[in-house]
Every structure is written in C-alpha cells, then in structure tokens.
C-alpha cells in the first residue's frame, strides 16, 4: 500500500469510489469527480491545482495524493498549501477520503499520516489544520490518532443548515 500522485491505472477503480459514494448518499468528502466528463481532465484539475493555475475563485493550491493498494483506488488526500478565512471555518489544510467500501479499516489513518509527512517535506508545512463535522466521529479519531489537538468547534452554515466544525491542528515535527 502506498501513497501516490494519481495516475491513470488507478482512474476507474477512484470512479468506482465515487459511485459508492453516491450510491451510499456519502457527503463527507467531494472527490475530483471523475464520473462526469473524460478522464484527461480530471487528471489536468488535479495538476492545475497542484500548480495553482485555472483555480476557481477563492481555491488555493493543492496537492492530491491517492492511497492505493494493489489495482485498487483506496483514497484520496488533498493537501492545501494555505488557508483563507472560509478554509480556516471548514476545509482547513487536509481533507480526506477512504472509498466506502474500505470503511473502518484504518486506511484513513494511514492515509493521513502519510500526507503529514508529504505536507512537510513536499510542500514545506509545519502546522495543519483539520476540519470535520461534529458528528464525523471516525474521522475525529483519524485526526486524533495522527496527533489532532482540538481548538474548538464552531458553527457553519451550509444550504441553509447549520452544522458544527472542529477544528484541530496538527503540530509536524
């Protein structure tokens, strides 16, 4: 199992994540959805994010790792290389996703501490912040385990809905 820059042998195992996402109603994580529109570019969003060109207004650069083992897609990191003020109420510098069907099998915790060690010696961060809903459970723990320390939990409003954030950082030694 290893963590990787995403690459075309793994293209249709990430969509057949996304379609368990979809078919599951998963609203935890927003993969590149590569499901619509052909697979060029995804792979040309990923790299324009990487490179920080062709952003949509108020995105940052972002590096996105996928973890894979075998021929099989397990997720996806995505590592944002600064924080705005929306992405310091929600996003914060790592998000993260594990395919549904690899639910409760510690691939988020791998996969997190694996994009630690890329966010500081890849792009050169040396404090993160993670966001997660207070009701995300599993992925407080993923944060937690890679050493997560609470500031608070806040409020943000999405469609009308209020929903409460905790926001932990995570010191990189």
Not at 30 to 54: C, M, T, W, Y
Not at 85 to 90: C, I, N, P, T
Request: charged share 25%; net charge negative.
């Amino acid at each position: 199992m290893e963590l990787i820059f995403p690459t075309e042998k793994y293209y249709l195992s990430y969509v057949d994540a996304i379609n368990e996402y979809e078919k599951n109603n998963v609203r935890t994580y927003d993969f590149l959805d590569g499901s619509r529109g052909p697979q060029n570019a995804v792979f040309k969003r990923i790299e324009d994010h990487r490179l920080g060109r062709n952003l949509p207004e108020n995105y940052v650069k972002a590096t996105f790792l996928w973890l894979v083992r075998h021929d099989e897609f397990i997720g996806e990191v995505s590592i944002r290389h600064s924080l705005t003020d929306a992405l310091m109420r929600f996003g914060g510098n790592i998000g993260y996703g594990v395919r549904y069907s690899e639910w409760n099998k510690g691939f988020g915790t791998i996969m997190l501490s694996e994009a630690l060690i890329y966010a500081k010696e890849g792009i050169g961060l040396k404090r993160v912040l993670i966001t997660c809903n207070d009701t995300n459970v599993a992925s407080a723990r993923v944060i937690e385990k890679n050493g997560g320390i609470l500031q608070d939990k806040i409020v943000n409003v999405f469609d009308n809905v209020e929903s409460i954030t905790g926001r932990y950082w995570i010191d990189i030694l």
